[in-house]
């Protein structure tokens, strides 16, 4: 899984007929740089299934096995937000948000 | 799913016959920087199933999850367009396309 | 799926038995650039499911999808060769070959 | 696979049900450079079943194969942690730990 | 599939059940330059189900594909490599082993 926060949302008139309903968020992947967050690598378009908003810290399934939650499931779905991050860790101490 | 902008069609008369009828576009990934989207990473080839067309932003799927569509199932495909973008809105303003 | 050039050939004696009497092929996959094709990425190897040849542009799908076929079934294979390209058009101007 | 280095922990409190309980590790893949193992590429969060720790050299598996374990299995979890690493020999020499 | 070169082994007492008995290897991904095969990417672990060696140019398969062996059926396992290379050639020349 990879971290992301998240900056936006997608909309699409015109789609296949299994995202209709779905929540679909632009996420920005972050990763550890010293002692804080930073963006890593470029955004993508993620289905939220833990209801989180524009600008949270989350974690985000890719693949196969983005089909594995309720809401995906047989879906042509290749990226799925699955929780929303507290805090990262790392010796003790919390890493600065993105 | 990866944000792109179609680019033009790939034509090829030799090929696997589960292939035959797709209609396959080149397309070119796409991400945020500051207020626009941009291009990110190299083109590919994916089979539409949303009847889009050349120019239009549009979200695309990659992975098994390609083979997660009528048109695609149980076929050697691995991207696939899924839905054309009306919008992207990062803090409430939508984002200037590719 | 990518579009490649392809470059030579592999030999291989001591190999899965799946692999038995499958030609594979060294590729390089190609994306587009202003008004012609160039080399994108690195280097890989596919098997041939289409009957192509060295110098061929040709179209490759990976990942679980390059099982979707009739000589791939079940291998452990993860790159094949699904077409040969008889053109690339972009605002309908045919890209040049790499 | 690839080796990593565990690097912290990752707390997240809403996040989906079959989450719950798993062990969330951020961790730095590594790869060879001349005698010693380096970072390689960006961090990323695996599920532990191996009972690992922080500052650990382990070896993770990405994608479907992430849901291959007891703890992974079925659920939307694309990287996890099978083994602590004791090792790394090149030309019969052990590399240095990143 | 992917070239690669052997370049070590890779030792782990503490790891899933399912890795018990299984050679893995640290492997060094190539590609082709000019007349050459020279190293494409980071280093990654790959079990060995050819009997392989340290030095080998080898053949890997990465994904769902990995499983496909007896040696990795439904295990965690995402590189497994399958052939030893005896040659790749280019325009009927061999390239030079990296």
Redesign the interface.
Known sequence: ???AKV??????????A??QGMK?F?I??C??SDKKLVP???????VD????G?GDLV?F?????????ECTK???????I??????????GKP?GKP
């Open positions: 899984m990879l971290l900056m936006g949302t997608v909309v699409s008139s015109q789609k296949h299994k995202f679909l632009l920005q992947p990763g550890s890593q690598g470029g955004s993508l378009v993620a299934c833990v209801t989180c524009v974690l399934t890719q693949g196969s096995s983005a089909r594995m939650t047989d879906s042509p779905v290749d990226a799925v699955i929780g929303i991050v507290d805090a990262v860790e790392v010796h890493l």
